[in-house]
C-alpha cells in the first residue's frame, strides 16, 4: 500500500487544489497523474445544482460518447423471435429469455449490460431485487427497454454511457482511458458537459454546474472550469 501511496502523493502534487483548469489543461493533467501500471479509466464528475428529491429534477439518461469509453461493454438481450435474431445479428454477447433468468437468479453476472424488449419486462422485472442494487435493470429513459434491440446494441458497443444523477446531486460519468490522446478525452468530456447542460430541469434554482473534476482511477481529482459550456 506505502507504494501505490507514493504514487498518489507524486501526483497530487501536480494538481493546484486553487485552480479550475480549462478542459484540455484538465484532461493532459489527468494523463500525467494516471501513474498506476494499468490503463486507468478518465472519469468526470457533476455535482449539480438539483434537488435529486424531486421527481422533475432526477436526471437520467444515455448518449453515445464520440470516441466511446475504451472498453467493451458485455451485453445481454431479453427478446424472442425476429427481435431476439436481430440482437444477435447486432453482436449482442447472450440473447436469450427464461434460461438467463433463472442463471441470474443462480448468480450469474458475467455481463455489463442487460437490453430487454417491452415485451419481456414483465419476466425481467422480477429480477428486480437482484439488478436493481446493481444498477444493471433495464429503463425506458435510457434506451435499454426497447424494440429497436439491434439499434440498442450497436450504440451500447460503441461507447454508450448511461448518466444518473444520486442522491448528493452527483453524476459520474467514464469519458475514456488514460491511454487515450487527448483530443479524444476531452472531446467525449465535452460532449457529455453539453448533454448534461441541455437536460437541466427548468424548475433548478441557480448555479446548475456547482463543481466538475476529472480524475484517473488512481489519481486526485483535477477541477474543470465549464463556465463557457454554462450559458
Known sequence: MAKKGKKYQEAFKLVDRSK??????????????????????????FRLGVDPKKADQQIRGAMVLPHGTGKTQRVLVFAKGEKAKEAEAAGADYVGESDYINKINQGWFDFDVIVATPDMMAEVGKLGRV?????????PKTGTVTFEVANAVKEIKAGKVEYRVDKSANIHVPIGKASFDNDKLAENFEAITETLVKVKPQSAKGIYMRNVSIASTMGPGIKVDVSSYVK
Open 20 to 45: 479550475s483548469y480549462d478542459v484540455k489543461e484538465a484532461v493532459a493533467l489527468a494523463k500525467e497523474t494516471a501513474k498506476a501500471n494499468f490503463d486507468e479509466t478518465v472519469e468526470a464528475a
Open 131 to 139: 439488478l436493481g442494487p446493481k444498477g444493471l435493470m433495464p429503463n
